[in-house]
């Protein structure tokens, strides 16, 4: 499987070698794909699956906008590691286990982050809660980029 998604990353990267380098293009194509995953998995989720309403459960009561998003996430949760463990960022010196916790602990910051701007566009601004996600995503992603690139993949000498 990797090498298939190598192979075709690599084919439609050609048009664009001249303006972006390859990791940034694999991750442009691998995290906008999980990306665009995660949007129509949350919408499906919110429109037809919960039908816009409020989820309970023993404990508490989850609003639909959040309960999609927690399902969305806990899809795109392993596929997105995936994809930047062995796709974007191989060249890692850091063993897969300290990228696991290290690639957690970005995306549980990126999960508050995802809440605090998802409830503020549906709840402040009246934003579509579709429309939030993007929304959302669209800040997020920057913020991650940029995180996996300088600390969760980082490379350099071999480290434990």
Not at 31 to 38: A, E, I, K, V, Y
Not at 82 to 92: H, Y
């Amino acid at each position: 499987m990797k090498k298939f998604i190598i192979a075709v990353l690599d084919f439609f990267y050609v048009p664009f070698q001249k303006i972006m380098d390859r990791q940034t293009f694999r991750y442009i194509a691998c995290g906008g794909g999980n990306t665009l995953m995660d949007i129509v998995i949350y919408f499906i989720t919110y429109n037809f699956i919960l039908q816009k309403q409020i989820v309970h459960t023993s404990l508490i009561s989850i609003s639909p906008y959040i309960a999609a998003f927690i399902i969305s996430f806990l899809i795109t949760f392993p596929t997105g590691f995936f994809l930047m463990r062995n796709i974007v960022f191989p060249g890692s010196s850091l063993r897969g286990r300290v990228q696991l916790f290290r690639y957690f602990m970005l995306v549980v910051v990126c999960v508050v982050l995802n809440y605090i701007f998802i409830k503020l566009f549906v709840e402040e601004f009246h934003f579509y809660p579709t429309v939030a996600k993007i929304c959302t995503t669209a800040i997020v992603i920057s913020f991650s980029y940029l995180a996996q690139r300088n600390f969760t993949f980082k490379t350099g000498q071999k480290t434990e």
